[in-house]
């Protein structure tokens, strides 16, 4: 893996980039719009032309796009397009960029360590303190989103939620329904494929998801129907 990253970053462009990790990337400041952009475009390459260090490619792209921040619009879905990633999963990996800069990652910790901190917390001291448990405890990934459910949820218990833990919760059920989204792509060809009677099976299993969805529909053809921005860092 370490052999692979090297090659990677020995791909990347000398200019406008100051540090390049296995966690993100430092761009160098005052980067004129269309020097950000060319950077943006060959990070995408990279992630449509390698095989491996996925993460560590997501990383580098969320870097790049947090970078442009204001600049950006769309560009999300157009990397999304051109690299075959789901557009939610650029959107996390910006706002995790935003929420804990490359100084503030641990090295000990995977990227997906830290997506599980930043999309769940914005508070600079809170994320540093689950960053440090994940890294003295030895915390997997899934072990971490784990202990930070059964936080978000005593919280909830102890004093009603609030605003912050509903974002939260809006982040997590977002996150969720996406996974089920790349599954259920993946598997297009086989529930095509399915009988009357495994459809009919399938939606009484899954009520709540088409609960879900019809509601969704409903409320997007209201006047305040939230857009998909209301879901990134504010």
Not at 83 to 97: E, F, I, Q, Y
Not at 103 to 116: Q, T
């Given at each position: 893996m370490?052999?692979?990253?090297?090659?990677?970053?020995?791909?990347?462009?000398?200019?406008?980039?100051?540090?390049?990790?296995?966690?993100?990337?430092?761009?160098?400041?005052?980067?004129?719009?269309?020097?950000?952009?060319?950077?943006?475009?060959?990070?995408?390459?990279?992630v449509r032309t390698s095989a491996g260090a996925r993460q560590t490619l997501t990383a580098w792209l969320g870097d790049v796009l947090a970078y442009g921040e204001t600049g950006g619009r769309g560009l999300?879905?157009?990397?999304a397009a051109a690299?075959?990633?789901?557009?939610?999963?650029?959107?996390?990996?910006?706002?995790?960029?935003?929420?804990?800069?490359v100084?503030?990652?641990?090295?000990?910790?995977?990227?997906?360590?830290?997506?599980?901190v930043g999309i769940a917390f914005a508070d600079p001291k809170v994320i540093e303190r689950w960053l440090t448990v994940a890294e003295s405890d030895g915390l997997s990934a899934m072990a971490l989103r784990r202990r930070i459910r059964s936080h978000v949820a005593s919280r909830h218990e102890q004093r009603g939620a609030s605003p912050a833990d509903a974002s939260?919760?809006?982040?997590?059920?977002?996150?969720?329904?996406?996974?089920?989204d790349?599954?259920?792509?993946?598997?297009?060809?086989?529930?095509?494929?399915?009988s009357p009677g495994a459809a009919q099976f399938a939606l009484e299993e899954f009520r709540a998801?088409?609960?879900?969805?019809?509601?969704?529909?409903?409320?997007?053809?209201?006047?305040?129907?939230?857009?998909?921005?209301?879901?990134?860092?504010n």
């Open positions: 370490r052999t692979e990253i090297d090659q990677l970053v020995r791909e990347l462009p000398e200019a406008g980039i100051a540090r390049a990790t296995r966690l993100g990337l430092v761009l160098n400041p005052g980067l004129e719009t269309e020097a950000w952009r060319g950077l943006v475009t060959h990070v995408a390459r990279l999300i879905t157009e990397c690299t075959g990633t789901n557009p939610g999963t650029l959107r996390n990996a910006k706002m995790v960029c935003l929420r804990i800069p100084s503030c990652r641990h090295d000990a910790l995977s990227w997906s360590h830290h997506c599980e939260v919760t809006a982040f997590q059920l977002m996150r969720e329904m996406r996974a089920c790349r599954i259920l792509d993946r598997h297009r060809v086989v529930w095509r494929e399915w998801v088409a609960d879900f969805l019809d509601t969704m529909r409903a409320r997007a053809l209201e006047p305040s129907a939230p857009r998909p921005s209301d879901f990134e860092a």
